[in-house]
């Protein structure tokens, strides 16, 4: 939950809660607390009460409702009041007895609430108080109130106060069956997997087959992919071999299987990726179309309500703009293929503000213009956008930035290839997401594998190349 504020208090109030007995009360009394609301709180409130409502979890469909947004829960309020008659006044031993509330106006993601209680009347005889509540948002809004009733406690009481464990949010990672749901009634394509000569690259090839993702074809030297087969225990029979020296000739004869048809996609092994690109952009030899080449990580993470691309950050070091504009239009592409019919593209910078002084953020300024005039087009692009500003609403609220991108970008553009990189590998090796890389551009897509990919990762990467394909065979590159 979001962080409580308050009046300052002293060390020992900050370490115990305390109550207050029915006979320290007197009429007028009041407490509160404030917080801000944030996504994670309606969603935990979700998980708990069991209201899954889309008008409080799926964003697409709250802004076509007539709140225009997604709002909090009514009752999640109510349970903020809760918290100050159990924790503030009374206090710990307050029996509560029933509670009325009105709900004046909607709650949204980043609103600061002061959820205050105030007592009315009080019965002596039976040590019941009557508390008028309220919740008021940062613009004086009042958007609850109502009545509590209560018996107070009669003995003082002073505890330590809990620690509450840390909850982590986790969406789901069903992103790889969801792409294979996708990509395995197109049926398999044939993909020419270049230079699998060890048993990591070999077994993703063979697992792509099992999952009837691609028809592969080898192109290696055959000895050494025997071996190589021998040692990890698995089967060629039955597949297609290319029968190349070494692993330059295996990227040069990949790159001729697609020119003449027999291959509509291809997938890196054991060589290096600039072994593969050279041949790849080889300007008498290759793929290549009239737009830049660039990569792009479709990711999932358990802190984010759905997948989203991060591009580039395996291809281009440090593109300019004309190659910003391809590699923003290849992740629009990439987008239409997973079912993102209107992607939002937020182009990153280190600030959401144009700077003269930052290159990232004129070059942001110069892409959101391009859209406008139609140069690119099939989604809504912003920037600059800090990355806090582009995945979080809350964030954007509070820099009071108005955008139908901030907040819930499905396209991150970084301003170079380490920035990306890093960001990708952060988010996978300590934000727990999912991964799949694809390089588009070039007249078929191509699978880059690494030695770190998990087999999952392998797999719906050669699911976005089926997508893809499929794609390409009605509209080419």
Do not use: W
Request: hydrophobic share 45%.
């Amino acid at each position: 939950m979001p962080s409580e504020t308050t009046a300052p208090m002293s060390t020992d109030t900050l370490q115990t809660v305390h109550n207050r007995t029915f006979d320290q009360i007197a009429l007028g009394d009041t407490e509160s607390i404030r917080r801000q609301l944030t996504a994670e709180d309606i969603q935990l409130f979700a998980i708990l009460s069991g209201d899954v409502n889309p008008q409080h979890l799926d964003a697409d469909y709250a802004a076509a409702s007539r709140f225009h947004g997604v709002i909090a829960h009514g009752m999640l309020g109510g349970a903020l009041i809760s918290a100050v008659l159990g924790t503030r006044l009374p206090g710990p031993g307050t029996i509560y007895l029933s509670q009325s509330l009105q709900f004046m106006a909607p709650v949204r993601i980043g609103d600061t609430l002061d959820i205050s209680v105030t007592v009315t009347e009080r019965e002596e005889t039976k040590k019941r108080l009557k508390l008028a509540c309220a919740c008021v948002n940062q613009d004086g809004v009042t958007v609850i109130r109502g009545e509590a009733q209560v018996i107070a406690p009669t003995e003082s009481v002073s505890r330590p106060r809990s620690t509450l464990p840390e909850v982590h949010l986790s969406a789901g990672n069903d992103g790889p069956r969801r792409l294979l749901a996708e990509a395995r009634p197109l049926g398999p394509i044939r993909m020419a997997v270049v230079h699998p000569c060890d048993a990591l690259s070999l077994s993703a090839a063979l697992d792509a087959q099992a999952a009837g993702l691609i028809t592969p074809i080898l192109v290696a030297p055959r000895a050494r992919l025997q071996a190589v087969a021998a040692e990890a225990g698995l089967s060629l029979d039955g597949l297609a071999i290319e029968d190349v020296p070494h692993s330059h000739a295996a990227a040069d004869r990949a790159v001729e299987l697609v020119q003449q048809g027999q291959a509509e996609a291809l997938m890196k092994g054991s060589l290096h990726t600039d072994e593969l690109m050279a041949a790849v952009v080889s300007a008498e030899h290759g793929l290549r179309t009239k737009r830049r080449i660039s990569h792009c990580f479709l990711m999932q993470t358990p802190a984010y309500p759905r997948p989203f691309i991060i591009t580039d950050a395996a291809i281009n070091i440090a593109p300019g703009l004309d190659a910003k504009a391809d590699i923003v239009r290849n992740a629009i592409e990439l987008a239409h293929a997973i079912g993102v019919a209107q992607p939002r593209v937020a182009i990153l910078a280190a600030v959401e503000t144009v700077n003269p002084a930052m290159p990232a953020t004129l070059d942001a300024a110069a892409l959101c213009k391009m859209a406008d005039r139609g140069q690119i087009s099939g989604a809504l692009l912003d920037g600059p956008l800090a990355f806090d500003n582009a995945v979080s609403a809350a964030a954007a609220h509070i820099k009071g930035i108005e955008s139908e991108v901030a907040g819930r970008a499905d396209v991150l553009v970084v301003p170079d290839l380490e920035s990306g990189n890093m960001l990708a590998k952060q988010l996978e090796y300590l934000g727990g997401a999912a991964s799949a890389g694809i390089v588009l551009g070039a007249r078929v897509p191509i699978v880059l594998t690494s030695r770190a990919d998990s087999r999952e990762s392998r797999i719906s990467s050669c699911a976005i190349a089926v997508l893809l394909a499929h794609r390409y065979r009605s509209t080419p590159p």
